[in-house]
């Protein structure tokens, strides 16, 4: 019932595509690094918490670079 009445539209969805991929290519290396501090942090914790419970879980790899969208030019 919620997926019929609280829909995404379109529009919102290519709204919010945009902003993101604005935010996206602004990102510098500074904040590259800062990301892939905090994506191994949760991989961390990730892995304490798997530990206790599946032993030999691995945590997911990281995030791939988002560098890559804004190009090295």
Not at 3 to 25: G, H, K, P, Q, S
Not at 53 to 62: D, H, I, K, L, S
Request: cysteine-free; proline content about 3%.
């Amino acid at each position: 019932m919620r997926r019929e009445f609280e829909a995404v539209t379109r529009e919102e969805l290519d709204r919010v595509t945009a902003m993101w991929v604005d935010a996206a290519i602004k990102l510098e290396e500074r904040d590259l690094k800062m990301m892939d501090r905090l994506v191994r942090a949760q991989q961390r914790s990730a892995m304490e918490t798997a530990g206790s419970y599946a032993p030999g879980v691995r945590a997911m790899p990281a995030v791939a670079r988002l560098a890559a969208v804004g190009g090295d030019d």
